[in-house]
């Protein structure tokens, strides 16, 4: 699922929240309202999830279906009603996340470490290349997706509920499904979980708003 934001889309003060809200992304759910919930959930069926944020978009990925798990029987045999289940839960992803203030400030522990361990001599050239590339006044050498510690350090609740309701919406985004299995199924599945009119009218929020449970 391709979402068309990033940290070229931020405000001085917002730097580093698209990272930080794909990160609580994998977090609570109106479903799993627990720390890590949606990640959980993903999980127990089997598959290898993960997500990146660059400069223009937030990419989320469910893939590597091949073990055992609630998803399938490890062998590859994928299920309607298996593959559906991991179609909802990306939905939960996308449209029913519960933002808990207390796992936000968890989670900014995390981010901050993760973004002093990227802080290599890699990243610096990966840096100097984009500015010499795209210029030294462009959003790309001034916004690096994983922000500041300290722009991090601040983020509320607030902060992330509406950064997600201002930008994760239908008309700003993609689904893709690759691999090996019945089109005719897929597309099914597909359009029952992700293609109801309704779903096209709703941004992130809008349905279930976030709680400050734990704030």
Known sequence: LKVDVGSSTETEKERGIAHFAEHMAFDASRKQLRRYGVWLSLDAKGVKANAFTTHRTTVYEVNDAKSPGD????????????AKAVHQTMLEQFLEGSLISRHINIEKGAVIGENRMRNDTMAWIDHIAA?????????????SPQGTDETVAEFTVEDVKNFRQKWYKTTRSTLYVAGNFDMDVMYGVVTEVWGSDK????TVGSTYPP?????
């Open 71 to 82: 998803f399938n029987d490890g062998e590859g045999t994928v299920s309607k009603d298996r």
């Open 131 to 143: 500015c010499h590339f795209f210029g030294d006044k462009s959003l790309v050498c001034d916004r």
């Open 199 to 202: 779903l096209k009218q709703l």
């Open 211 to 215: 709680t400050n449970k734990g704030a």
